[in-house]
Every structure is written in C-alpha cells, then in structure tokens.
C-alpha cells in the first residue's frame, strides 16, 4: 500500500509562492513504475488535476497553472513537489498528490492519495 503525505501548504497573498511536499513510502516509489500527480478540490466542488509526471518523466500540466507550477520529484527522499508561482486566489483548494501504476506508458488509476495540504490565496 502506498503511503503518501503531503506536506507545505499555507496562506499566501496573490502573486505569492508556496512549494508543495508529498513524500511516499520507500516501497512504492520506483518512479519509472509510477505516475504521480498532484489534484486540488473545494468543498462541493469536483476534484481537479493540477500536474503529472509520468514513470518517463514526463510532465503534463491543466491549463489555468502553465507557466506558474512546476511538478518535479527527488527519487532519492522518495518526494513530489509542486512548485506554484504566481499564485491566484483561484489556487485556493486542498491539494493532493496521488500515485497510479505507470503501464505500456499509460497512467493508470490514481487509487492512492494522501491526506491533503491546504492552499490559500487571498487577494
């Protein structure tokens, strides 16, 4: 079972910066085997992708953070981070990162996630 914990969220005003931590159990971070991913989500609101990196490396972002955010990870303290510039009052959610198995270069289900760091912006 993967163990995920996120960690560096905080309230920051508009413009400000916030790098987020997920730091995951030795025994599932093999990243080549791996997609990692970072979600969001407001209360009542549909949860909502924010950056992937996939076991090649590759990194895929949603629209609204292109330019601002910066996924990346450390294999070796088994760590995720988002970098997050430029922040908006419209950032403001709980973040999540989540690991899917990495299969035939395609992500799978995202069936473990962490207990979430909020994020607030205010203007």
């Known amino acids: 079972q993967v163990q995920l914990r996120e960690s ?20 599932v971070y093999t990243a080549s085997s791996r997609c990692m991913q970072w979600f969001r989500q ?13 076991g090649n490396g590759r990194t895929t972002y949603r629209d609204s953070v292109k330019g601002r955010f910066t996924i990346s990870q450390d294999i070796g303290k088994n760590t ?7 922040l908006k009052p419209e950032d403001t959610a709980m973040y999540y990162c989540a690991a899917a ?20 912006v205010s203007s």
């Open 42 to 54: 407001n209360p009542g609101k549909e949860r909502e992708a924010v950056a992937t990196i996939d």
């Open 8 to 27: 560096g969220g905080g309230s920051v005003q508009a413009g400000g910066s916030l790098r987020l931590s997920c730091t995951a159990s030795a025994s």
């Open 80 to 86: 995720l981070y988002l970098q997050m510039n430029s």
């Open 101 to 120: 198995p990495f299969v035939f270069k395609l992500c799978g289900t995202y069936n473990n996630w962490g207990q979430g760091t909020q994020v607030t």
